[in-house]
């Protein structure tokens, strides 16, 4: 069965109001936040196969200080342009993209994004009705689907949803 974590990215600075959207950093918070959640999931025993991110700068340092706190190395982290505020449509174009490990029963695969589109896109997948996704919150799908290329709105079942100021 294939196992996909959601995350959005932790919190951003808006410091710097002149500064793109896309180069923001993380503010205090979510340098606190992105190393918690890590453990949470480290706790879990999560062992990824994949980790993609949105090129945004905030999602990048989210997924390398989680991938830091899971052992994951660094230099296998895909970055995927369509993540940078992807719709649902998008999101499930980079799922289905994702190659599959043939000797395995289960794949890992943990994705870091943006909303809206990340929460709409849980929705769909999950047939769920969450309001928000809030900065670092994880939403985990159990998905009913051989490969990765089969994956589609509604295949999946929720395991579990985690964010910072749940415990």
């Not at 190659?99 to 997948?125: C, I, Q, R, W, Y």
């Not at 985990?140 to 089969?150: F, I, N």
């Amino acid at each position: 069965m294939k196992k996909l974590y959601l995350i959005r990215h932790a919190k951003s600075s808006w410091d710097d109001v002149e500064l793109d959207d896309f180069d923001r950093l993380l503010n205090k918070r979510g340098e606190k936040d992105a190393p918690r959640m890590g453990k949470r999931l480290r706790e879990k025993r999560i062992t990824p196969h994949f980790m993609i991110t949105s090129p945004a700068l905030r999602a990048q340092e989210t997924c390398k200080i989680i991938a830091h706190t899971l052992g994951f190395p660094e230099s296998k982290i895909i970055t995927d342009k369509r993540l940078y505020h992807a719709d649902s449509s998008k999101l499930l174009a980079v799922i289905n993209d994702i190659p599959n490990h043939k000797s395995d029963t289960e794949e890992v695969v943990l994705l870091f994004g943006h909303n809206p589109g990340l929460t709409e896109f849980a929705n769909e997948l999950l047939n769920q009705s969450i309001v928000n996704i809030p900065t670092c919150g994880i939403v985990v799908a159990a998905l009913l689907s051989k490969t990765w290329k089969e994956v589609t709105f509604g295949c999946g079942q929720m395991e579990y949803f985690d964010y910072p100021k749940n415990h």
